[in-house]
């Protein structure tokens, strides 16, 4: 059957039509799980389209912003994300967009950056009265400067994050030993990263005593191979850091991270290309990935 040159005509405006009705948050919803395969391009693609449509649409500058942080591109990642901020429905949605601002500098290995938009999330969060978040927020800071070598700044807003953090005597005492076994969890990093191997294995020791008292819970478990893999590590123990942290959650891209770091430091590159690999194909955005990604990426040559 031949089409005439209006018929045809007709078909091509209905196409057209049927793909602008697409509605921005359709395109967003669309690109995430485009993202959860690992099809970057594609996602990018879709949320670039969501934001021609509607070019201050939080979702979808959200959306690219984190996407692009995991691309590696940083500066227009930022752009996005400040819109993000700006068009955010509530107060709780702006400090998540304002976090993901603040894990591209993380990315991008500027802490003191970084330390500035998570300070502005604490001082929503505080003036919100949510102070366990706020303590959230500063440990996130203390991470961000002892991966980054410097233990001393580290160390004071872990300090400040554990104190506004910390349970009342009322609470439970299952809180209680949390807060107990996460502190001396960042003791045991700080120490190990201070070179100080006799204090951290002796803060590793505390570890286990309180994580009994708590049962043996699996999440603490986790948590414990972590640091048991961390200060072995640091020992340069390596048979022994990759003993522990293959143990641990291999879902996190900083656990990945550090196990590729031990293979490659007892010189075995192919196990540690495998995991440098495995920790870039992550498509988690969050601070472990933001300190890991950019470590893994740069031992892979991109």
């Not at 948050?25 to 391009?41: I, N, P, S």
């Not at 996130?140 to 554990?162: C, F, K, S």
């Not at 009342?168 to 076994?181: G, H, V």
Request: glycine fraction near 6%.
């Amino acid at each position: 059957m031949r089409h005439t040159p209006l018929v045809l005509c007709v078909a091509a405006v209905w196409v057209v039509n049927a793909s602008a009705t697409q509605y921005p948050e359709d395109l967003v919803r669309q690109g995430r799980a485009l993202m959860t395969q690992g099809k970057h391009d594609a996602a990018e693609t879709l949320y670039r389209q969501a934001l021609q449509l509607s070019p201050r649409t939080f979702e979808a500058a959200r959306s690219l912003g984190i996407l692009l942080n995991l691309k590696g591109q940083y500066p227009e990642a930022r752009k996005h994300l400040q819109v993000a901020i700006e068009t955010a429905p509530t107060a709780t949605v702006r400090n998540q967009a304002t976090a993901d601002l603040a894990l591209s500098y993380v990315f991008d290995a500027k802490p003191a950056e970084a330390q500035r938009h998570f300070e502005a999330v604490r001082r929503q969060q505080q003036s919100d009265g949510d102070i366990a978040a706020a303590g959230a927020s500063a440990r996130a800071v203390g991470r961000i400067h002892l991966e980054a070598g410097d233990v001393t700044n580290g160390r004071r807003w872990y300090e400040i994050g554990y104190r506004e953090w910390r349970p009342l005597p009322s609470q439970p005492e299952t809180e209680q030993l949390l807060w107990e076994l996460r502190w001396r969890h960042f003791q045991a990093r700080a120490a190990a990263r201070e070179g100080k191997v006799d204090e951290a294995k002796r803060l590793l020791g505390e570890f286990t005593s309180i994580m009994q008292k708590r049962g043996n819970r699996p999440e603490d478990n986790e948590i414990y191979r972590w640091v048991a893999g961390y200060v072995a590590y640091y020992a340069k123990d390596y048979e022994g850091a990759i003993a522990q942290l293959t143990q641990g959650n291999l879902a996190d891209p900083f656990i990945l991270n550090m196990i590729g770091m031990a293979y490659e430091a007892k010189g075995d590159m192919n196990n540690a290309r495998e995991y440098y690999r495995r920790t870039v194909q992550s498509n988690v955005h969050n601070l472990q990935a933001a300190i890991a990604r950019p470590h893994a990426q740069s031992k892979l040559g991109g």
